[in-house]
Every structure is written in C-alpha cells, then in structure tokens.
C-alpha cells in the first residue's frame, strides 16, 4: 500500500526499483550482463512531485501536558431479531492530560449500516444530535468550538468508513459518543453472518494533497506499528432472538463464551483476553436447526408510508451435466498492504483456483502493486507446464509498492478475450485504496466484456470495494480471514460460476400496490440465498408478490401471499432499511446521471429518514460553554494496522521499475496537524529526529535521485553467481548541513549486496537538510533493499 515512482530502463536488461523508507529492489534477467544503467531517451518517467495523500506512523510525544490518545474504549452492543441486527456502537473519551483537545478517530462500520440516531453524554448531561445538511453540521460544529462549547460531529467519508470529531474536551473529563445503526442479515447456504468491522485499514492514494476534496483527506490517518494492540479497549456483546430453533452458534474471529437461553434464543460474550481484539473484523456465524432460513414478508405500517421487506427463497443449486469453458483472468494485489501473511493467504487462494481449472478453460495472471505485470500477452490453455508457470509467477512476488488498482483493470479490460468463451475477472485485494467509485464507475461501463468475482484478503478487509466490484459486475463477493479456509472459498467460486442458482430475474406484483421498490431489477442470483425485495405499500397489505427465473433445472417461479403477513410496528427498521438500500443504489456504487441531481435525492432522503449518508450529518453540540478561551490542540486518535497486515502498508516511497508503469506519486511522510516527533542522540551529542515537518531532498529532487542510482547501483557479480536474493536493511543519517553520516547495515544477505547499497549512499551528494520549526536538523532513515534475480 505504498505510492511508487517507475523509470524504464533497457529493456531485457536490470530492473532497478528503489522504494525510500521501504523496499529496494534489483533483479536480473539470467544470462545478461551490464556494468552500469541508463535509461533509454524515450523512457516514461512515472512521477508526480506533488505530496499525495497517505498515512503516516504515529510517534508519541513526551509531552505530559497533551494526551495524544484521548479514545479509551470502544464497544457494541449487537441484538439480532430475526434477520435484523440492530447495533449500538459506543466510544469513550477522556483527557488525562493538561490542554483542552479536540479528538479526531476514523472507524469502520458494514457497508450497508443504515445509521440513524448519535448521542453525546458529558457527565449527567445527554446531548441528542440532529440530522443536518454535511457542509451545515460541519459549519454548526465549529463555530460551537470555537465557541468553547463540546460538541461532537459524525461524518460519513465511505458507505464503510466514517469519522468522529469531538471538540473541547477538557482536562478530567470523561464523554461518550453513541451512534445506533441496523442492518439486515441475508443467509447464504443456510449460513446466517454478522460482521462487525473493527479498524480501517491504511489506504492508498496518488491523489495530491493540495487537490484532494474535503471527503478524502481521512486518508492521512496516523498508524502505530505492526504488532502494536490498540491504544483503546475492544469489546462487544451479541444476542440473538432468531424465532426459530438454533443449531449451531460460533466466531471464528475471536474467543467467545456462547450461551443458550432456549432453543431459539443465544448470548455471545467476548472473552476478557480479547480486549486488545480491535484490530480485525468481528464475525458471528450461526445457523438455523435443519438449516432452513426465515423467508416470507414483513411489513411496517407508518403514518405517511408503508413498508414491505419480501425474501423468497430461490431454487437449490444444480450441479450442471455439461460446464461452458471459460476464460479467467487473475488480478492479484501484490501491493505493500500485502506484505507477509496477506499475501500468504492470496497465494495459496491462487494455487487452489488455478491448480484445479478445467481442462477447457484458458486463464491469464496480472499482479498489480505500484504497476502491473502480465503473465502472457493473451489467456493460456490449462495445462501442466502452464499452470506450474503461472504459480511461479506469483509465488515470487513478496509484496512492496502501491497499490494501483484502476490501472491494473484497465490493463485486464484491453486484453483480447478467447472467441467462444464466457470471461471471468477474479480480483483479489485487500482493498486498502480510496478510489473504489472510480473501480465501480469502469466496472459498470465493461460488463459486456466479463462479469467480476472479488476475493478479500485480510483480516480487516475493505468490504466496501470487495462487495461493489460483484455488485457492479454481476460476480459475487468472497472474503478470506485465514488461509485455512482459502481451499474452501475457492471451491465455492468454482461451484457458483459455472452455475448460478436463479438468473434473468423477473418480479410482478399482482393485487398488491407496491411503488418505490428497491432493486430496480434484481441480479443473478449465485448462491442459495433469498431474493431480497424492498418497497413501499399503499392501501391494505393484499395480493401477491411473485418472482421468475431461470434454474439449473429450467424455468422457476415463487410467489408470496400478503395475506400470511401482518403490518407490525416492530418492524420500524423497514423504514431505515428502505432508504439505505435507495441510496445504496443510488450513490454508493457509483455516480449515476447528473452529480447534482444525485446529490439532492441523498441529501433528502438523509434528512427525511435520519440517516447519516455522503451529504448529512449527525451534529451534537451542548448548550454550556465550557472552555472560554475556545483554543484546544486537535489529536487524530492513531489506528492500529489490521491484524497480519505490516509495516509496508504504510509510510512514503519512490522509486524506479520496468518495463510496465503507472502514474502515481509521493506520499506525504508527517501530519501536518499535530507534529509529533521522535529524538536522540549521535555521537556527537546533534539531536537527530525520525520524523520532521520538512522532511529531507535530495538535490534536484526524485527525479535526480533516479538517475543517480540508476546510473551507479549495480547487482553485485557474487550475489549473481550463487543466486543471492533477499533485503538489505540499511540506516543512516541526513546531517543538519545535509551530509550523510552513520551508514549502517542493520541487517544483510552478503554476496555483496551490503557493501554495494552502503557504496551508492557514502557516493550521494549533500541534500537538502530536513527541518524542524523553520531550523535545519539531522534526520534519520532507515532504508530495507531488496535484490532479486528473476
């Protein structure tokens, strides 16, 4: 998850990628030789000077009188009533140290989590918040800071993703924030799922600072390091009332004590070990006795609307006499996000699908990082030689770079496709990218060139982009959290796309006046799970609801009668659910029609059903003024890295690679809210920071230090001989004068390759010094390259 810069060089020559602050990678062609590099005239440059948008590593501050972790605890507490969950989500603040603060956290919640109600609790006061226009919340919470009022501020910056701000909390005090939201559970093989996401992961982005609109700077975000638990506790508290007998209750995700209160009734607590487990998602899997699954109508009668939830159970998969050859293309995240286990869980994923693809069908790879590279320039036929070609093209990768998705699948959309073969693209991501519109938006204009399957690799994936890619290109979504269950998974793709259960689906409403129905037209359906229809009623609840489809074993039809079904006032979250599925498909997925004209319909149905979206806001603000002077510094409460994910999904780089490229850019390194830094001490008592608010330059910038390693760095003759590959970590300082001093080799892989990265820094001209408070300072960097011989 790492911003790269590309320069080509030669080509069938040495492929030389420098990642500053992350990866150097050098590798060879067998049986070629050169003694130094330099790029061609005609050499693409992949570079933007601009700083991007990019998390960056939390430093803590030994400052006593600032608390820079002012979120002490996080929990839920999650009621799951038939196939609703209704979710209470609550954080605690507190300011333990000498300044007023405003508090700043990024959380994650479902993709589809209809939000409808925040509160704020200051000691005995509870403030409700109010719905309001996003630029008019936004606007009432800062005057009301600037006022000396505490006040909070909940924003949406994805349909998954959204952002807390909590002003003036003084010194001592102690102030909660709850937000409520509902979600519906749709079963899919008998298998009920909810998941609660706990951390967002660090995003990517080549989008410069300078440019980037209001919903997107939530990118530079504070990280700690890998392996570091989370600065706040974790907990969560599950209960299910399904009115029907369950079979079988567990969490894969954490240690959980489950009990049962009858037959039909759970109680899921977490584990008190678990109170560090906010750094992956929450899953709670159960099932229904003789795996059946609630299907059938309910209804909710408002005062000015009514509401109608249908769930028809579609026919059971039929395991075809005869599969259609197909045509698969691989698109694999190799990025930094990716780095270790990830990537570990992707490969064996790729093994299994690939490993067993019928003899009939043709397949391709890409990997995408910073740039892509193609395994074949068209599909190849499944056999031995090919498919144990394919596997080492992948094992190879290790993870490093950007992760520059679009371009990655625009290359796959210009590849020619076999004649005569239905087309797949299978995307396996961790999704850690902030242009997920942009994905669906190309997605959505391809369709007749393959449908997409995504696969989600991670603990704490972005299941915002995993389930829009199937969403928009009519495939179906997979999420794999350990790479136990990678075989499994692909098994279940097999089985889906060479058969969906229910396609060309067709829905009528027969003596029943239903308006407003959501979806418009409903998907194929791929696995065994109920066809989900939402709507308005008008009048009394009569007549029919029927769907038709197509099935394994022809032609199919099921129908639902509105007088087994009873409007109940229990039902409100239809209310919610309703609106949340409209602005789903009107906005989540992807800009549809004029962007004005879009912004409008959201925007009110936010405001006429309270709920949180892309243009409302939720905004508490209590009446007393409680800090005078109104000043405050403002904390971004650092997140930590989802669990297995590494350190390379975060930070800075640049760098040079061949033959593919892609635009991209260099990621910002520091927070320019509040600068937290780190010291000490070099021999010769000169303070040496890790990180500044100018960082330190290279003369002539990037584009000069390209060149300069390009034309000096050389894979050294030994490692070449006895097949020395690996990574070099190396530190050293940038001196106040911009010398560089205290080169070390923090740790090597010999054959050279140590002396050779240490010989091309001690050659580097002077930099540019880094600065601190407008003085010139000594910085140090630590700097992993990799060599690698292909």
Known sequence: ?????????????????????????????????????KPPVQAEVCENTDKTLSPYFFVKSDDPSLDQLPLKATSAQVNIAGVIADVAVTQEYANEGKRPIEAIYIFPASTRAAVYSMKMTIGERTIVAKIAEKEQARKDYEEAKQQGKSASLLEQQRPNVFQMNVANIL????????????????????????????????????????????DEKWVSNPYTHEGVTPYYSFNIISSISAGMPISEVLCPSHKT??????????????????????????????????????TGLLLYPGTEENFFLAMIQPPRSVKPEIIPPREYVFIVDVSGSMHGYPLDISKKLMRDLISKLSPSDRFNVILFAGCSNLFSEQSVAVNAENLNKALAFIDKEQGSGGTELLPALRRALELRGTEGYARSFVIATDGYVEVEREAFDLIRKNLDKANFFSFGIGTSVNRYLIGGIAHAGSGMPFVITKPEVAQNEADRFRQYVSNPVLSHIKTSFKGFDAY????????????????IIFGKY????????????????????????????????????????????????LDDMGAFGNPEDQKGLVTQLGLKYNLLTRFTSFVAIDNQVRNANGGSATIQQPLPLPEGVSDYAVGGVMGYSAPVMAKSSVAREASDQVVVYEEEKDTNEETVFVMVETMPEFPGGEKAMKKFIAENLVYPKLAREKGISGTVYISFTIKADGSITDIKVLRGIGGGCDEEAVRVIQMMPRWKPGAQRGLPVAVKFNLPVEFRIK
């Open 516 to 531: 407003d129905v959501e979806p418009m037209s409903v998907p194929d359906v791929f696995a065994e799970r109920p066809v």
């Open 171 to 214: 010194p001592g005090d102690h102030i909660k924030v709850e937000m409520k939201y509902t979600e519906l559970l749709i079963p899919e093989d008998g298998v009920y799922e909810f998941v609660y996401p706990t951390v967002v992961g660090p995003r990517y982005s080549n989008k410069s600072e300078a440019l980037a609109s209001s």
């Open 1 to 37: 998850m790492k911003t790269t810069q590309t320069i080509s060089v030669v080509a069938g020559f040495i492929t030389i990628l420098i990642l500053s602050a992350a990866t150097m990678i050098f590798s060879q062609n067998s049986g070629r030789t050169v003694k130094t590099l």
């Open 257 to 294: 004590s489950i009990s049962f209160d009858g037959p039909s009734v759970a109680s899921i607590q977490l584990d008190p070990a678990e109170k560090s487990g906010g750094n992956r998602d929450y899953i709670l899997k159960y099932r229904l006795a003789g795996n059946g699954i609630e």
């Open 538 to 585: 008008r009048g009394n609840p009569q007549g029919t609801i029927e769907i038709r489809g197509t099935s394994g074993t022809g032609e199919f039809s099921s129908r639902l009668d509105l007088a087994s079904a009873k409007p109940l006032e229990s039902n409100l979250a239809l209310r919610y659910l309703w609106a949340r599925e409209r602005i789903r498909n």
